[in-house]
């Protein structure tokens, strides 16, 4: 049986220094070998930088995103990006907090997991209850990319014509429909 090759959407941030170096060099480094297990040539996205979310969690972040061709399972995938953080020197201690480096599995193709339902109701978790509550499995697509600017905008150079799978929008549609503020606060990074 040949593996199905699909698009893997993966979001990076850094807002702390690493065992790889500072913020943006952490994020470079991460997306160097997330590279290495990509099954053809990754597409990265610029650099970013973007205040904490919330606001007030901690130092801007440096942002940027991937994609990736790969026949690996999401929970293969997910699995791998978490041996990267820890490589990095990732601790959970705060959700939303400062970090080293965070990597989110964003998408795998057309995938919703596990299933519409559970899909939904972390979509649709009430914004206060986010900040405790945490799914106990993966979630796809990421259930609340479609209101994080510092997601979409880097995602937007990688895979601007990628489709939600459940709301039926482009990378671009999605980015467009914030509000001007947030993507106001999303700046590109200058080369340093």
């Given amino acids: 049986m040949i593996e ?12 702390e220094n690493s065992v790889f170096g500072d913020p943006a060099e952490t994020v470079l480094k991460a997306m160097k070998i997330v590279a290495d297990i990509s099954d053809s040539a990754p597409i990265f996205s610029d650099f970013y ?9 901690g130092p801007d972040f440096v942002n940027a995103a991937m994609a990736i061709t790969t026949s690996d399972a999401p929970s ?11 490589r990095a020197g990732r601790t959970r201690r705060v959700r939303w907090g400062q970090r080293t480096l965070d990597l989110d599995l964003i998408a795998v193709g057309e995938k919703i997991l596990p299933d519409q339902q559970t899909y939904a109701y972390w979509r649709e978790l009430p914004s206060e209850k986010q900040q405790n509550d945490t799914p106990d499995q993966l979630i796809l697509p990421h259930p609340r990319m479609q209101d994080r600017s510092f997601v979409l905008v880097p995602l937007s150079d990688v895979a601007p014509h990628w489709v939600h799978p459940v709301l039926q929008k482009t990378v671009t ?20």
Avoid at 76 to 86: D, F, G, M, P, V
């Fill in 4 to 15: 199905e090759l699909e698009i893997a959407l993966i979001a990076f941030g850094s807002n």
């Fill in 49 to 57: 930088c973007t205040p904490a979310f919330p606001k007030g969690a």
């Fill in 76 to 86: 293969a995938i997910l699995a791998k990006l978490h041996e990267i953080e820890a």
């Fill in 173 to 192: 549609e999605m980015r467009d429909a914030l509000p001007a503020k947030d993507l106001a606060e999303v700046r590109l990074r200058s080369a340093a």
